[in-house]
């Protein structure tokens, strides 16, 4: 009867931990086989250092000189010499370095055969290892700006970039000219009825004037291109500081003041009439009637007006034609009162 195979389930961290285990191994013999690579190339470095070293003596043996006595002698004469010629003060560089390389070794007591034949040159040793790179040196000083190149072709256009942030608010700008006048609108509802306000001051001023005629018949006679001042006036009203004085008015406290006047005349031979009213010397008032009817000569006319008055001035009724006007005291008049100050 065959028997039957048995499985064992492994719980899965032993599986980590080998796993674990055989990840360091190969690990280690890795980084073993790095080193002992290293190892073995530094050896062979030193070992061609040493190469090199030895072809270098060799060469140096070879070349040595080997002098007599008075080879020797004669040697150390010409050095003195050397020495006195290149002694002075003004010695550059350059000759002291031909100096020395004109120097001939001195001999030791191991130059003591003749020199020899010169040998063959002997073979080019390995070149040597890069030395480690030198401390930078001291930083020069900067050079002169050169000449402005020309300027180069435009590039193409690049991409355009992504949308930035907003950026700050700026400056208000100047203000714009007035637009044109927009359409009137709809009236708004009525608002609710206010309160009542407080009575005003009622102010009463005192100043007026009505001056009347006498109830003659007078002719106005002016003289030639100067003006008649009728004087034929009576007080029948007179309130304030006003004061009437021979055909003037006059006003004594500065104020607005309506001034009226009205003329009663009879002509039957002219074309026209009229009178004016005067404040000092300058006319503010003018009346003009053409005459159309032969058989009506009679007529009146009113004027009137609102002047700014000052204390002092003089108000009048004057003419420049020379006419017969009835002075009623219904029908010819003049005066003032004043409205505010």
Known sequence: MASKARYVELPIYVVHIGLLYALLLTSGLVLAWVTIYRHE??????????????????????????????????????DKEMDDMYSGPRVRRGQEKKRDNKKVA???????????EKGTKGRRGKRGHTGEQGKPGLQGSRGERGDRGDRGSRGPKGDIGEK??????????????????????NPGMNGPKGNRGQAGQTLMYNESAHIVGTGNVVQSAPPPGDVYRVTSWKKQHLSGKMKYDDGRLRINVDGVYFVYSQMYYFDRNNTYTGFNVYIDNKRILKAIYSIVDFHKP???????????IYKGQTIWVGTKIRREYFFNESSAFFGAFMLHA
């Open 106 to 116: 001195r001999c030791t007591k191991k130059c003591v055969g003749e020199k020899g």
């Open 41 to 78: 190339q530094n050896i062979a470095e030193l070992r061609q250092m040493l190469n090199t070293r030895e072809d270098k003596h060799q060469s140096q043996a070879v070349d040595t000189a080997v002098y007599t006595n008075a080879e020797r002698n004669m040697l150390v004469q010409k």
């Open 298 to 308: 009679y007529h009146t006319q009113f004027i009137s007006g609102i002047f700014k």
């Open 164 to 185: 930035g942030e907003r950026g700050n608010d700026g400056n208000m700008g100047r203000t714009g000219g007035k637009g044109n006048k927009g359409e009137t609108g």
